[in-house]
């Protein structure tokens, strides 16, 4: 079946989903969950799933089962609205087995394609008629069509057992590339060891999230191929394959991989401590600002989203000075605020603060730079966290410190256009400080830029082959623009030049990166790619230009001379800082002579280079955010010391690099006996 029609119908694909997200509230909640409408393509009028998918809308099981078997209701609610990465699930399918793992092996590729088109699109059907006995759920309770549920939402699902067999599901966390949410391979038991239904009980704690393996992960929440934003099914990269780069620029990661919260009670005082945990998981490597905290009643808050930042919270969120934001508070009736920290708080350390609340203040706020960034800003939802249960008494701290750590949100003041993290020029870790343009966003709201700054490679960078003073030969220029210079990026290293046969080139996209271009992509490395150049037959010359990187604002220059028999020109060079990104030609490079052996002019040699240049992804190592990840050269430790960006096969998350929610976060799961 075609898996864009079906993405569309049940899915609301691009323009529906994106639309209905976009409505939500502050902490990514939809105020109308599940508004996604059926667009047609379904083949039975009431169902939106295939007709040999087993399952009306409601999934429930209509033939009655078999003697001495038991209807059970499973129901998987989307409690993400209060989590750090609010989002909707999926449509899914659910089935009771005695088979050890129906659904997938871990440590083995997908079987089927069928779990990777609901970890990547959210679509259940190819799944559904490739697995006996499944039943899917595709609308959540209370909506009229299928569609995917949002914060709030509630998909049931009933599913006949037989004493002896355990359930199963899968629902894809949308804000991904290709996760999704299951039980292990064998499944939840529904029956106790005297064959009697188990009752009713709530089994999150046997949920996990697991990773297909067989798209690249981006920033969870931000990246391009992710369902909500991607242009269409199946979008997204394969991992582990040379391709062009298009993920963000600009995206950074949970808090939870860059900042640590743990809370104390004493005698009604709450001690908040922050810890820079950046070093620990290397996506970002950032130190925080000191910080602002409120005690407040539960009618105010210390920021308002969908409005422009007070100018406290634009000293807090571009040169991370809390002072004005809160004499600012401070000045609001019932509020008492004060500043914690002295200097920036570095990889490793921590900093606390005391809180006291009231009965009429019984709230807790708080707000701290990303300093490795334009305007962004760690804090809670804007109504902060109470601190005081519902009779005034102190609420314990461990409860406390799991509700914060689970709702810190990264925010964007809205007051600077955004920058690559970690080398924008504009930023106080690079000297800068309220020197920034203006971004034209002027509202607070949670930071989500999915920026790509290599979308338009002519505005960094600029390289022309032009024909040469002596005959047959060619000049060529690498330059790095001045808005690259504005940019702070990128650094290019040496670059690894031929001229060859269309017999050859530096790499096929789509297919794994040979260990020449893996050593030039991830450690800036060409004497591995000459090497290998110098000895094949259909290469007419090679070499290697620079010995040390160029900044932005300097060039590259070199001649080379082509030949009937290789008429062809290629070149790399790495994007620093990156994990394993590389500027070049595409797999053929560009033609310098015609078929006649004749020097093509400077136009026609401009027009395929503007077709074919490109970044390029070498697959072998994961991203990490902007430009500050710690296996990036030249900040990593050595050479080849970053994350495999993945084997193609399913796998538990996390995959050490990005920081994704735990299952409770993102659902609640119960499991009820219905007769």
Do not use: K
């Not at 909506?143 to 914060?151: I, V």
């Not at 299951?182 to 697991?210: H, K, N, Q």
């Not at 070093?279 to 422009?308: E, M, Q």
């Amino acid at each position: 079946m075609n898996r864009n029609i079906r993405l569309t119908t049940i899915f609301g694909l691009g323009l529906g989903l994106t639309t209905v997200l976009a409505c939500g509230d502050d902490d990514g909640s939809s105020p109308d969950a599940g508004a996604v409408q059926d667009t047609g393509g379904s083949t039975t009028p009431d169902s939106g799933v295939e007709a040999d998918a087993g399952a009306a809308d409601t999934g429930a099981d209509t033939d009655g089962g078999a003697a001495g078997s038991t209807s059970f209701t499973l129901r998987i609610e989307n409690v993400s609205g209060a989590g750090p990465l609010p989002g909707p699930i999926s449509p899914g399918v659910a089935l009771a087995h005695t088979d050890p793992a129906p659904l997938f092996t871990a440590g083995a590729p997908d079987r089927n394609e069928g779990l990777a088109a609901i970890a990547e699109d959210g679509d259940p059907s190819a799944l559904a008629g490739a697995v006996s006995g499944t039943v899917v759920f595709n609308t959540p309770t209370g909506e009229a069509m299928p569609g995917p549920a949002f914060p709030g939402g509630v998909y049931e699902v009933e599913v006949m057992a037989e004493p002896g067999q355990s359930l199963s599901f899968a629902t894809m966390l949308v804000q991904t590339n290709d996760v999704f949410l299951a039980p292990g391979e064998a499944g939840i038991p529904l029956f106790d060891s005297s064959d009697a239904p188990l009752p009713e009980r709530d089994v999150t704690a046997m949920v996990s999230l697991w990773d297909v393996g067989s798209e690249a992960n981006e920033t969870p929440g931000a990246g391009p191929n992710q369902a909500p934003r991607q242009a269409g099914p199946n979008s997204g990269a394969a991992e582990g394959v040379v391709r062009r780069f298009d993920g963000p620029t600009h995206a950074l990661p949970l808090p939870a991989s860059l900042i640590g919260v743990d809370v104390t009670e004493a005698a009604g005082t709450f001690t908040v401590t922050l810890t820079n945990t950046a070093p620990t998981t290397g996506v970002l490597l950032s130190p925080f600002s000191p910080g602002v905290y409120a005690v407040h009643p539960s009618s105010a808050s210390i920021f308002a989203t969908g409005s422009a930042a007070s100018p406290g919270t634009e000293l807090l969120a571009e040169d991370g000075d809390p002072a004005t934001w809160a004499a600012e508070l401070q000045a609001i009736q019932g509020v008492t605020a004060g500043t914690f920290g002295s200097g920036p708080v570095m990889g490793g350390d921590s900093v606390s603060f005391d809180a006291t609340p009231t009965a009429e203040a019984p709230v807790l706020s708080f707000a701290t730079m990303v300093i490795a960034t334009n305007d962004a800003f760690f804090a809670l939802p804007p109504s902060g966290i109470a601190l005081l249960d519902g009779n005034g008494a102190p609420r314990p701290a461990a409860e406390v410190q799991a509700e914060m750590r689970s709702r810190l949100a990264i925010w964007d003041a809205g007051t600077e256009i955004d920058q690559i993290p970690g080398v924008g020029p504009d930023q106080p870790q690079r000297g800068g400080g309220n020197v920034g343009a203006v971004d034209p966003n002027p509202m607070v709201r949670r930071h989500g830029d999915t920026t790509n700054l290599f979308a338009n490679l002519s505005t960094i960078l600029d390289v022309t082959v032009v024909n040469g003073a002596a005959a047959g030969s060619f000049d060529v220029t690498i330059q790095a623009t001045a808005e690259g210079v504005a940019n702070g990026f990128p650094i290019l290293t040496p670059v690894a030049w031929a001229v060859h046969s269309d017999a050859t080139g530096f790499f096929t996209p789509g297919m794994p990166a040979s260990a020449p271009i893996e050593a030039l992509a991830e450690d800036g490395d060409p004497s591995m790619l000459a090497a290998a150049l110098g000895t094949n037959a259909a290469v007419g010359s090679s070499g290697v230009q620079g010995s040390a990187p160029f900044m932005p604002g300097a060039a590259v220059t070199f001649s080379v001379s082509p030949t009937m028999d290789a008429p062809f020109l290629s070149f790399a060079t790495m994007i620093v800082p990156s994990n394993d990104l590389f500027l070049a030609f595409g797999r053929s490079g560009v033609r310098l002579l015609a078929q006649d052996g004749t020097a093509r002019t400077d136009a026609e040699i401009a027009t395929d280079i503007a077709a074919a240049l490109a970044i390029w992804d070498a697959g072998t190592e994961q991203n990490q955010s902007g430009a500050g990840g710690a296996d990036q050269a030249p900040r990593q430790a050595g050479p080849n010391t970053g994350e495999a960006e993945g084997d193609g096969n399913v796998r538990a998350v996390p995959d050490g690099v990005w920081t994704y929610p735990t299952p409770s976060e993102s659902v609640r799961v119960t499991i009820r006996p219905t007769n």
